[in-house]
Nanobody, 124 residues
Framework: QVLLVESGGGLVQAGGSLRLSCEAS????????MGWFRQAPGKEREFVTV????????VYADSVKGRFTISRDKAKNTVYLQMNSLKPEDTAVYYC?????????????????WGQGTQVTVSS
């Protein structure tokens, strides 16, 4: 069974930092693009960031550029999201995702796998 399990969410004050982790199990994702989406209450799920299978290509949503950093450790089958300078509008459930291509991972519609999400709450 393939699983993506997120961790690291929580409550933080505005300006603070959190580091999310997504550990994959059940298969190796070394060639898969992996990324993060988020969904705030009453809003649609939106793309946050993706890292290509090679790790050479990183894409960020404009809303998080310069504040969030995605990385991956292939040996641990894990992808990370370092979130700095957090804002109340970053409050959402954050989902890890994996797909065969970067484009598919960014689409939100053709992704192969999804985690169950971790809550991030930023207080003002």
């Amino acid at each position: 069974q393939v699983l993506l399990v997120e961790s690291g969410g929580g409550l933080v004050q505005a300006g603070g930092s959190l580091r999310l982790s997504c550990e994959a199990s059940g298969r190796t994702f070394s060639t898969y693009a992996m990324g993060w989406f988020r969904q705030a209450p009453g809003k649609e799920r939106e793309f946050v960031t993706v890292i290509s299978g090679s790790g050479n290509s990183l894409v960020y949503a404009d809303s998080v550029k310069g504040r969030f950093t995605i990385s991956r450790d292939k040996a641990k089958n894990t992808v990370y999201l370092q979130m700095n300078s957090l804002k109340p509008e970053d409050t959402a459930v954050y989902y890890c995702t994996a797909a065969r291509t970067t484009a598919a991972a960014m689409s939100g519609k053709t992704n192969d796998y999804w985690g169950q999400g971790t809550q991030v709450t930023v207080s003002s």
